[in-house]
């Protein structure tokens, strides 16, 4: 039972972030200037969910 709730709350961590992620991304265009769009894009495009999860487990490892 608790595997399965470890898994269920992993897919809704990953889908919350995806989630958040495509907003951001939406959010870029509503600049007008096509630099301005790049510029925005080219922030959202850093860091993969996998990355996001190996730097917030890290960050609760080293917390008292």
Known sequence: ???ISLLIQGCTY???YEGFQEKQRQ???QY???DQIQ???DT???KT???YKKDREDIIKKSP
Do not use: T
Request: proline share 0%; aromatic share 14%.
């Open 1 to 3: 039972m608790i595997c």
């Open 14 to 16: 990953r889908a919350w």
């Open 27 to 29: 959010d870029c265009y």
């Open 32 to 34: 007008r200037s096509q």
């Open 39 to 41: 510029n925005c894009l």
């Open 44 to 46: 959202l495009n850093g």
């Open 49 to 51: 969910y996998n990355q």
